[in-house]
């Protein structure tokens, strides 16, 4: 049995859940009734009966709980509805989970016992790719973009996450508070992961089960939500950034495409300048400029060494043993009181 100190708010967002409401809240009730919880409950602007289901049994379902009920006089998108309920929160830890029953309420209950267990956890994720729990997919292409999404996530910033695009996470509530969450509807997940991220903090995932819905039982994600998927990625990794993250960025990419303009590795101008520039936006997030300088004077004396196949080992070569040079130097210039000039150029 848990302490009453481990308390817990629960945010539900949901939008025209007639059909499951009931049965959804019955379930997470049920679940989660021998805890200390907050259940804030968000409708996003409903238009059919859900929200006159709710009222109607909302003291059912709580008794003697805590609860927040908001209403959006029209629908703002999962995220604003996120976020007004962060308004509320008082718990040490927030669980979000959709109420349209594809996530089962008893594996949010397991993440909270495994959340509570490790102080180390600051968030904890739901994923539908590991374990051996029960799924059921309806659409292949939302199966193929969530896990082409998961794996751009990771490439751009350096985690190994399993499922970017979950609808079930624990986050400790200090935390959650820190962030400042932007964009708009089914960008809340990308939002939250690039964020925490960012703060080098570790995301840890808890195999959970799926039961996908179809369109016609309510499935709301469309075409477009998956297009703006990669415009929020691209801007949470690119663009969402403090000036000193963004001057050594374009620093890195514009040095890299300098040199790729100027040196001739055997494998054509256009390609070089195509990749140093990949590797120069990388290369941005973790260097600064000190860093970034020492890493092309050892690329371009690469380059002088031998012609064409011959010149492309030789600043692969150079271009490792400057990243190894360069992390060495950072660890020298470790200041542990930093001005505005130590953390441009450190």
């Known amino acids: ?43 996003d602007g409903s238009n059919d009966d859900t929200n006159k289901i709710v009222k109607k049994k909302i003291k059912e379902y709580f008794k003697n709980t805590k609860y927040k009920f908001h209403k959006f006089n029209f629908n703002k998108g999962k995220a604003q509805a996120i976020k007004k309920g962060i308004e509320y929160v008082n718990g040490e830890y927030t669980l979000f989970i959709d109420s349209d029953l594809e996530y089962n309420v008893f594996d949010a209950l397991e993440l909270y016992y495994i959340a509570i267990k490790d102080n180390s956890i600051q968030i904890i994720q739901g994923s539908r790719y590991l374990g051996g729990k029960v799924q059921s997919r309806k659409y292949f292409f939302n199966d193929v973009a969530v896990r082409f999404n998961t794996f751009l996530f990771n490439l751009l910033f350096s985690q190994s996450i399993t499922d970017l695009h979950t609808g079930t996470k624990i986050i400790k509530s200090n935390l959650l508070k820190k962030l400042n969450l932007s964009f708009p509807r089914f ?105 970034l300088s020492l890493i092309f004077l050892f690329i371009y004396i690469g380059s002088l060494i031998g012609k064409e196949i011959i010149s492309f080992f030789s600043v692969s070569f150079f271009f490792i043993i400057s990243i190894i040079f360069s992390n060495s130097i950072k660890k020298i210039f470790n200041f542990k009181k930093q001005n505005l000039f130590t953390k441009i150029f450190f």
Do not use: H, W
Not at 11 to 21: D, G, K, L, S, T
Not at 201 to 216: A, P, V
Not at 236 to 264: E, P
């Open 1 to 43: 049995m848990l302490q009453k100190n481990n308390k817990l708010s629960i945010i539900v967002p949901f939008y025209n859940e007639a059909r499951v409401i009931d049965s959804f809240l019955k379930k997470l009730t049920s679940a989660f009734n021998d805890l200390d919880c907050q259940y804030i409950l968000i409708d």
């Open 187 to 291: 960008g809340l997940e990308i939002d939250i992961c690039s964020q925490v991220a960012k703060m080098d903090i570790t995301i840890f995932e808890y195999g959970i089960g799926y039961i996908e819905r179809s369109k016609e039982d309510g499935k709301k994600i469309t075409l477009i939500d998956g297009l703006l998927s990669y415009y929020y990625l691209l801007s949470s990794r690119f663009i969402k950034n403090d000036i000193i993250t963004n001057t050594a960025i374009l620093y890195s990419l514009s040095g890299m495409v300098l040199i790729a303009s100027i040196i001739d590795i055997g494998i054509g101008k256009i390609t070089t300048v195509f990749f140093f520039a990949l590797i120069g936006l990388i290369m941005g997030f973790k260097q600064k400029i000190f860093s």
